[in-house]
C-alpha cells in the first residue's frame, strides 16, 4: 500500500537536528505495521513527514513515500499539492494524531463535524444520507449514535478518540496512521478500542501503522513491527520473530524494560489478532500482563 524510501527529515535550526535518517518501510495490503521507539526518536515526523503535513523548520532532505491504490495506479506523495494532498489524506490516507482526543472543535456537534467530511469530500451525498453514515460511523467505533448531538466537552475522553477513530475512517480510506490513538486512555478503554480497530481492519481491510512507544501493546496487534532510534529503524521483521527472537541490542532493551514480557511467568499472550504460534488462551492474562507493563 505503502512504500516509503530512504526517508530523511531534519528540524532546522541553531542545532539541526536530524529526526529521521534514511527510513525505508513497506506497508502491505491489510497489514498492521508497528512503529516502536522511545520518546523523541522520529515516529510522529515520520508519519507527518510521509502525509506531508510537516512545517518549517522541519524539512524533508532525502526519500520519497509512494502511495499504491487497491485500484492499481501509485501516487508519489510529493507530486501532490494543495486541494489534492488534503483530499488524498482524508480518502486514501487518513491519521489519527497523537492527542487527537483534544482536537475535535469544541463548538460543533459531533453530528455536524462528522457530516463535515461529507459535504466536502462527497459533495453528491444527501443530506439525509450524510446523517445516516454519521450515525453508523458512530456505531461502528462502539459509540451510541444519540451522541450524534454532543459537543465534545460533553464526551469522555475514551468516547472523544473513538469519534476521531470514525472521523479517519469515514472515506473508506485504504491506509490508516495512528499515533498513539489510545496512550491517554485507560487501559479498559484503550484495550476496547483496539479490539475495535483490529475488528474493522478485518472487516474493511485498510493496512494500520500503529505508533506507540508501548511494545507489549504492539507486540499484540501489529504484523510486523519496526522499531526506530535515534531516527533510524535499527530492526524490522514480524511481531512473533522480534519478540523470540530479537536481534538489535536496542530491541532486546526494549523488551526487557517490559517486565511482564520477561518474567518467570512466561510467555506473553498476544490478544486481537489470534496467533497460533503464541496460543491465545486467556485474553484476561494478557490484559493483566499489558497492565503490570504499563506501570
Ligand atoms: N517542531 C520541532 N522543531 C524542532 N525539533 C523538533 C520539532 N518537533 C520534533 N522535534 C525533534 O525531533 C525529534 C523527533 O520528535 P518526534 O516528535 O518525531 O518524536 P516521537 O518519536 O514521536 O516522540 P513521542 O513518543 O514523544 O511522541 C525529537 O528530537 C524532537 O525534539
Ligand atoms: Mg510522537
Given at each position: 500500500m505503502l512504500t516509503i524510501d530512504d526517508f530523511s527529515v531534519d528540524y532546522l535550526g541553531e542545532r539541526t537536528t536530524h529526526a529521521v535518517k534514511n527510513v525505508s518501510l513497506t506497508l502491505g495490503r491489510g497489514e498492521v505495521l508497528g512503529l516502536a521507539g522511545e520518546s523523541g526518536c522520529g515516529k510522529s515526523t515520520l508519519a507527518y513527514g510521509v502525509t506531508r503535513l510537516l512545517k518549517p523548520?522541519?524539512?524533508?532532505?532525502s526519500g520519497s513515500a509512494t502511495f499504491h491504490s487497491r485500484e492499481g495506479y501509485s501516487v508519489d506523495l510529493a507530486s501532490l499539492g494543495g486541494a489534492d494532498l488534503r483530499a488524498f489524506r482524508w480518502d486514501k490516507i487518513s491519521m489519527v494524531f497523537q492527542g487527537a482526543m483534544n482536537s475535535l472543535n469544541p463548538v460543533i456537534s459531533v453530528q455536524a463535524q462528522l457530516e463535515d467530511i461529507f459535504t466536502t469530500h462527497r459533495p453528491e451525498m444527501k443530506w439525509k444520507e450524510r446523517r445516516q453514515v454519521a450515525g453508523d460511523l458512530l456505531e461502528r467505533v462502539g459509540v451510541d449514535r444519540s451522541r450524534l448531538k454532543s459537543f465534545p466537552h460533553e464526551l469522555s475522553g475514551g468516547m472523544r478518540q473513538r469519534v476521531m477513530i470514525a472521523m479517519a475512517m469515514a472515506l473508506d480510506p485504504q491506509v490508516m496512521i495512528m499515533d498513539e490513538?489510545?496512550?491517554?486512555?485507560?487501559v479498559v478503554v484503550q484495550r476496547e478500542i483496539l479490539d475495535e480497530i483490529t475488528r474493522l481492519r478485518s472487516e474493511l481491510g485498510f493496512a494500520v501503522i500503529f505508533i506507540t512507544h508501548d511494545l507489549p501493546l504492539l507486540l499484540e496487534i501489529s504484523d510486523r513491527i519496526a522499531v526506530m532510534k535515534g531516527g533510524e529503524i535499527v530492526e524490522l521483521g514480524d511481531a512473533y520473530e522480534l519478540y523470540t527472537?530479537?536481534?538489535h541490542p536496542y530491541t532486546k532493551r526494549l523488551l526487557a524494560s517490559f517486565p511482564s514480557l520477561t518474567g518467570e511467568r512466561g510467555d506473553f499472550i498476544r490478544t486481537g489478532v489470534a496467533d497460533a504460534r503464541l496460543g491465545v488462551e486467556d485474553a484476561v492474562t494478557a490484559v493483566a500482563h499489558s497492565e503490570g507493563a504499563d506501570r
Amino acid at each position: 500500500m505503502l512504500t516509503i524510501d530512504d526517508f530523511s527529515v531534519d528540524y532546522l535550526g541553531e542545532r539541526t537536528t536530524h529526526a529521521v535518517k534514511n527510513v525505508s518501510l513497506t506497508l502491505g495490503r491489510g497489514e498492521v505495521l508497528g512503529l516502536a521507539g522511545e520518546s523523541g526518536c522520529g515516529k510522529s515526523t515520520l508519519a507527518y513527514g510521509v502525509t506531508r503535513l510537516l512545517k518549517p523548520p522541519a524539512l524533508i532532505t532525502s526519500g520519497s513515500a509512494t502511495f499504491h491504490s487497491r485500484e492499481g495506479y501509485s501516487v508519489d506523495l510529493a507530486s501532490l499539492g494543495g486541494a489534492d494532498l488534503r483530499a488524498f489524506r482524508w480518502d486514501k490516507i487518513s491519521m489519527v494524531f497523537q492527542g487527537a482526543m483534544n482536537s475535535l472543535n469544541p463548538v460543533i456537534s459531533v453530528q455536524a463535524q462528522l457530516e463535515d467530511i461529507f459535504t466536502t469530500h462527497r459533495p453528491e451525498m444527501k443530506w439525509k444520507e450524510r446523517r445516516q453514515v454519521a450515525g453508523d460511523l458512530l456505531e461502528r467505533v462502539g459509540v451510541d449514535r444519540s451522541r450524534l448531538k454532543s459537543f465534545p466537552h460533553e464526551l469522555s475522553g475514551g468516547m472523544r478518540q473513538r469519534v476521531m477513530i470514525a472521523m479517519a475512517m469515514a472515506l473508506d480510506p485504504q491506509v490508516m496512521i495512528m499515533d498513539e490513538p489510545t496512550t491517554a486512555l485507560d487501559v479498559v478503554v484503550q484495550r476496547e478500542i483496539l479490539d475495535e480497530i483490529t475488528r474493522l481492519r478485518s472487516e474493511l481491510g485498510f493496512a494500520v501503522i500503529f505508533i506507540t512507544h508501548d511494545l507489549p501493546l504492539l507486540l499484540e496487534i501489529s504484523d510486523r513491527i519496526a522499531v526506530m532510534k535515534g531516527g533510524e529503524i535499527v530492526e524490522l521483521g514480524d511481531a512473533y520473530e522480534l519478540y523470540t527472537n530479537p536481534q538489535h541490542p536496542y530491541t532486546k532493551r526494549l523488551l526487557a524494560s517490559f517486565p511482564s514480557l520477561t518474567g518467570e511467568r512466561g510467555d506473553f499472550i498476544r490478544t486481537g489478532v489470534a496467533d497460533a504460534r503464541l496460543g491465545v488462551e486467556d485474553a484476561v492474562t494478557a490484559v493483566a500482563h499489558s497492565e503490570g507493563a504499563d506501570r
